[in-house]
T-cell receptor, first 114, second 113 residues
Framework: AQSVSQHNHHVILSEAASLELGCNYS??????LFWYVQYPGQHLQLLLK??????LVKGIKGFEAEFIKSKFSFNLRKPSVQWSDTAEYFC????????????FGGGTRLMVKP | DVKVTQSSRYLVKRTGEKVFLECVQD?????MFWYRQDPGLGLRLIYF???????EKGDIPEGYSVSREKKERFSLILESASTNQTSMYLC????????????FGPGTRLTVL
């Protein structure tokens, strides 16, 4: 079974700082990759996704992620965070041998100080 | 917009009670999922269903069962609630082809005393 690791459980940044959240997965075959965000008190919602094509994916609110197949990674980045980015971020992987199942990482809580 | 609704936002039950969590989606999606969300563990799949009356175990099905009698509704059942089932429960739905994201409900925070 595949696993997904998010190495940072808590991240605290000041506004305008750059962000990079790590995500590594264990499956060696074809994967679909996702980042979800959960703002305080709100639904989990999709930030961005990778299915194929350009490994640099741009999502909503200025976020992007880069799929590096050789490193089994899909790190999330934002050049300049805002206070409103305070949320929990989840990386998720769908492996092509897993049907419609997603495997989630443990999540990273981001706090942005104003 | 896809809408996934869950019957309760907060629920408090006692050990040994039978608990029903309901989820309804309005987009005619074939696939529906139940997860639990715990700090540091992310979301873990309990059960999913790819069609009416069809179900598959996820990673942590023990202590849970599910029911899907209608396409739009997917129920999670705790036959005899225990304190270690205190958690946030999230429902999600997905169209037949995995070319899209899962759509999540708002969650039910269940506390078992």
């Amino acid at each position: 079974a595949q696993s997904v690791s998010q190495h940072n459980h808590h991240v605290i940044l000041s506004e305008a700082a750059s962000l990079e959240l790590g995500c590594n997965y264990s499956y060696g075959g074809t994967v679909n990759l996702f980042w979800y965000v959960q703002y305080p008190g709100q639904h989990l919602q999709l930030l961005l996704k990778y299915f194929s094509g350009d490994p640099l994916v741009k999502g909503i609110k200025g976020f992007e992620a880069e799929f590096i197949k050789s490193k089994f990674s899909f790190n999330l980045r934002k050049p300049s965070v805002q206070w409103s980015d305070t949320a929990e971020y989840f990386c998720a992987v769908n492996a092509n041998n897993a049907g419609n199942m997603l495997t989630f990482g443990g999540g990273t809580r981001l706090m942005v100080k104003p | 917009d896809v809408k996934v609704t869950q019957s309760s936002r907060y629920l408090v039950k006692r050990t040994g009670e039978k608990v029903f969590l309901e989820c309804v989606q309005d987009m005619d999606h074939e696939n529906m999922f139940w997860y639990r969300q715990d700090p540091g563990l992310g979301l873990r799949l309990i059960y999913f269903s790819y069609d009416v009356k069809m179900k598959e175990k996820g990673d942590i099905p023990e202590g849970y069962s599910v029911s899907r009698e209608k396409k739009e509704r997917f129920s999670l059942i705790l036959e005899s609630a225990s304190t270690n089932q205190t958690s946030m429960y999230l429902c999600a739905s997905l169209p037949a082809e995995f070319t899209d994201t899962q759509y999540f409900g708002p969650g039910t925070r269940l506390t078992v005393l």
